[in-house]
């Protein structure tokens, strides 16, 4: 039937040969070596998970063993990620100055060192100088990991590979809880320390394997290395096409002259190693560059202010508290890093498809529902404590998994998708770092602090003042933060920049891109 009436009209039965105006681009298989960069720059972030997830168990052994208070526990559970905000803020610099690739190496070296001096740590203050020195390594690595990820990733895939830095936060998480669960069993002074220097293993393994591969295609160029840049802009692109855009933003962002096409050049000193960039970030920003800080900043803010280290951190603490059995304490915990580790592949898949936005939304809404069920099963069981009410119990757990699952798929890998890609380059490396500064503070902050909280308030209490932040930050993002999925970085520097205005632009970006996209009788007319 389609044979005899491309006849009748005049055609041959043969198929007609697509005419690219009128059928859209096909989808780019996924680019393999960018992914391999990703992988090897993301495993970084196991450093951190490992730390916070060995450390929920390890801290009841320390206790016991150094005979410390709950304020030193407190501290010395949470000071890690207020020294990591020395490692955030000296990263920007160091990889400016020294490259992204060597950087990692760095940060790979310092939390080896860490890990050794926490596993020999023969007391209190010797422990605490292992947590400083680790606490700089996790502060480099949780900066550069998504910076790195995000100038190699071709735009297909930026938020794919770009929620890797938060997948192996996880796998770093459930490989603590495992090692808390496999070490429980050893001598109380020999079990806590194995705990913590275990971590030189994998530190030692990345500041190798970082090595393979390729330096950031965005330092290649700050350095003048066009011909290097280029050669890893083409492995890394999806189309040579893409590989020259790409290279041509970045030389604008650079200073560097389009029409300049030689291997090596001199680029503008004020563009080598970050100068005026903190003016234009923090003294004189643009309207659109004061409203990214606000988004990246928040983003980082709420993350963690939603109560996700409480959480993680003390797991025990809040399942002995709902009615666990001591001895299936470590095991409970173990399940919370494997539902976390699960659910943040929601987010790797599908945050190109659906979008950071509506994922945000959707997961901050669900921790807001599961933070006011914890809260209350917590209280209801503190009421009742001799009665053992099963169903509270069970809500809890429930509840625990339920919110843990929803951060991950969601606001916990998205929070370093949206502010690694929103900078522009130039800034990139001291905006992403002022987020991890303000993510860390936080979650120092929150950790710290939680256990005299809800002594103050009562344990249920503290997950409903969680709940209560969490609801401003489903605010803050409906209000300030537009979707960013596929947009490039011109479009990006217009959508911001209008604060709670943008949806207009918005608007017009997706009307425009229609325009494009589907509107190809414009693009098979011949005018000439």
């Not at 979650?443 to 932040?469: D, E, P, Q």
């Not at 409906?478 to 943008?502: A, C, D, I, V």
Request: some cysteine.
């Amino acid at each position: 039937m389609a044979d005899r009436k491309y006849e009748e009209n005049g055609f041959s039965g043969e198929t007609p040969t697509p005419i690219p105006a009128f059928d859209p681009p096909p989808k780019p298989k996924r680019n393999k070596f960018a992914l391999a960069c990703a992988i090897l720059a993301s495993m970084t972030s196991i450093l951190l998970g490992y730390d916070i997830g060995v450390m929920s168990g390890a801290g009841i052994f320390i206790k016991e063993d150094l005979k410390i208070s709950d304020v030193q526990l407190e501290i010395v559970m949470g000071i890690l990620n207020i020294y990591s905000l020395l490692g955030s803020c000296a990263a920007g610099c160091t990889s400016d100055w020294i490259g992204r690739r060597y950087t990692i190496v760095l940060a790979s070296v310092i939390f080896f060192a860490g890990s050794l001096l926490m596993g020999f740590a023969v007391n209190y203050a010797f422990l605490m100088v292992g947590r400083f020195v680790a606490g700089i390594a996790v502060g480099y690595a949780l900066m550069i990991a998504p910076v790195y990820t995000a100038e190699v990733s071709p735009a297909s895939s930026r938020g794919f590979l770009t929620s890797f830095p938060e997948v192996f936060i996880n796998i770093g998480i459930l490989l603590g809880y495992v090692s808390n669960v496999a070490l429980s069993k050893l001598p109380t002074h020999l079990g806590w320390r194995l705990m913590l220097g275990i971590g030189a293993i994998p530190a030692a393994f990345l500041a190798i394997a970082v090595l393979a591969m390729p330096e950031s295609p965005r330092w290649l160029v700050l350095q003048g290395r066009l011909g290097d840049a280029k050669r890893v802009l083409d492995k890394t692109s999806d189309s040579e096409q893409e590989s020259q855009v790409r290279l041509a933003d970045i030389k604008d962002a650079a200073g560097i002259p389009p029409d300049c096409h030689n291997d090596v050049v001199q680029v503008p000193k004020r563009s080598s190693h970050g100068e005026g960039v903190w003016k234009d970030l923090l003294l004189r920003p643009t309207p659109a560059v004061r409203h990214i800080l606000i988004a990246g900043v928040g983003i980082h803010f709420f993350q963690q202010t939603s109560g996700i280290d409480a959480v993680v951190l003390y797991s025990p603490k809040i399942f002995e508290k709902a009615g666990i059995n001591k001895s299936h304490l470590l095991l409970a915990t173990v399940a919370v890093g494997f539902i976390k580790t699960v659910s943040i592949l929601v987010a790797t898949f599908f945050v190109d498809r659906f979008g950071r936005r509506k994922l945000l939304l959707i997961s901050i809404g669900g921790m807001i529902v599961s933070l006011a069920s914890l809260g209350t099963s917590l209280m209801v069981i503190d009421r009742f404590k001799e009665d053992k009410l099963a169903w509270a119990v069970a809500l809890a757990v429930v509840s625990v998994l339920a919110f843990v699952a929803m951060f991950s798929m969601g606001l916990g890998p998205i929070a370093w998708i949206y502010s690694s890609e929103i900078f522009p380059l130039r800034l990139r490396a001291q905006g992403t770092g002022i987020g991890v500064g303000v993510n860390r503070v936080m979650s120092g902050v929150i950790s710290m602090t939680f256990i005299s909280l809800y002594k103050a308030v009562t344990i249920g209490g503290a997950f409903l003042i969680f709940m209560a932040v969490a609801v401003v930050g489903w605010l803050f993002i409906y209000l300030l933060l537009p979707e960013t999925r596929g947009k490039t970085l011109e479009e990006m520097q217009s959508l911001f920049g209008g604060f709670f205005r943008w949806r207009p632009t918005m608007r017009e970006l997706e009307k425009n891109a229609d325009v494009n996209g589907n509107g190809q009788v414009q693009l098979g007319v011949n005018h000439g």
